[in-house]
């Protein structure tokens, strides 16, 4: 039996997923492993484990029958990419690494729960049901409006204003579930997240890797974004993010956005493009309904 676990350890035979990548003979050195001495194959095996362990795989791009990924996922295309650019462009680095598992409408509702960035997807907690109104006649209309905008508004865009604690991430969650039920795909994302994930492609050497991550945002059939105007980011990555929202309004593609900015603080941080389209109070050209919730108390005290 195997006692070394460790990927990191070149004595280990149990490398899982990364199996064929390391143990395949490189195409460009068909010799290699002939020979060598003992501590010549630790040095092979320990480069070869490094070069393609750059970063950890997301769980929610991983199939829950073979274990393998969905290549359809920005963060699994980026990570194999990395992958391959350390191991000089080879692709004997990935093999092995896709899901190959015929996509059933089972399976296909499974992936997209998974892959909706919810917090505890699994239990399908915070739903407009379990939303407390509490006799609030504020908080009974922003029900209302987030659940309308998963049905067919006429406004695609809402944009819930107020300071935190009042529910806003619950009514979030809410549409994107609601939305789930129906068979759609939503994505819900801290604001902050976007920006992590933007991040990790801006010294990419490729403009393909960002454009995986601006049309999987893109794509989404709704967008719930969390607490817009917490993340911090260099002027390149605000802009991307703010060319995924001016898109999306553009597109009129529902869109649901919680953020405690005013209208003069989101011109400051995006620029005055973004701001007019998100605080659109002209009724023959509006790209977005804001509604501010105000005068309740603590949400989380009362739930």
Same mark, same amino acid.
């Given at each position: ?10 004595? %280990? ?24 001495? /003992?501590?010549?194959?630790? =040095? ?15 769980? !929610?791009? $991983? ?10 996922? /920005? ?8 992958? *391959? ?7 004997? +680095? ?7 598992? /015929? ?11 998974? $892959? %909706? ?18 006799? @609030? ?16 508004? =006429? ?8 300071? +935190? ?19 759609? =795909? ?17 010294? @990419?050497?490729?403009? !393909?890797? *960002? ?72 009724? %023959? ?16 005290? $009362?739930?």
């Amino acid at each position: 039996m195997n006692e070394h676990k460790d990927l990191g350890d070149p004595r %280990s035979t149990d490398i899982g997923p990364l199996g064929n990548a390391i143990m395949m003979k490189d195409i460009n050195n068909p010799s290699a492993g002939e020979g060598e001495t /003992p501590a010549e194959r630790e =040095s092979r095996i320990r480069e070869a484990v490094q070069k393609a362990c750059v970063a950890p795989m997301p769980e !929610e791009g $991983q199939c829950p029958d073979c274990h393998k990924f969905d290549i359809t996922h /920005p963060k699994v295309r980026e990570i194999l990419q990395l992958k *391959m650019d350390q191991a000089n462009g080879r692709k004997s +680095a990935i093999i092995g690494s896709d899901c190959r598992c /015929p996509q059933t409408r089972e399976s296909e509702d499974q992936r997209r729960w998974t $892959q %909706s960035g919810l917090p505890n997807h699994s239990d399908r907690s915070r739903s407009f049901t379990n939303f407390l109104v509490r006799d @609030s006649p504020i908080l009974q209309e922003a029900r209302q409006k987030a659940l309308s905008l998963t049905e067919n508004p =006429s406004i695609p865009v809402l944009v819930l204003c107020g300071r +935190a604690g009042v529910g806003k991430s619950h009514l979030l969650e809410a549409a994107c579930r609601e939305v789930l039920l129906a068979g759609h =795909s939503a994505r819900y994302e801290m604001s902050s997240r976007i920006m992590d994930n933007l991040r990790s492609v801006y010294s @990419s050497t490729s403009d !393909e890797t *960002m454009n995986w991550w601006m049309n999987w945002y893109g794509r989404q059939w709704i967008l719930a974004i969390d607490d817009l105007g917490l993340e911090n980011g260099t002027d390149f990555v605000q802009e991307r993010l703010t060319m995924i929202l001016e898109d999306r309004i553009q597109n009129r593609m529902r869109t649901i956005i919680s953020t405690n900015l005013t209208k003069d603080e989101v011109e400051d941080r995006y620029g005055a493009r973004l701001a007019s389209r998100m605080f659109s109070y002209n009724d %023959s050209v509006q790209d977005s309904e804001v509604f501010f919730i105000h005068g309740v108390s603590d949400y989380r005290e $009362q739930s």
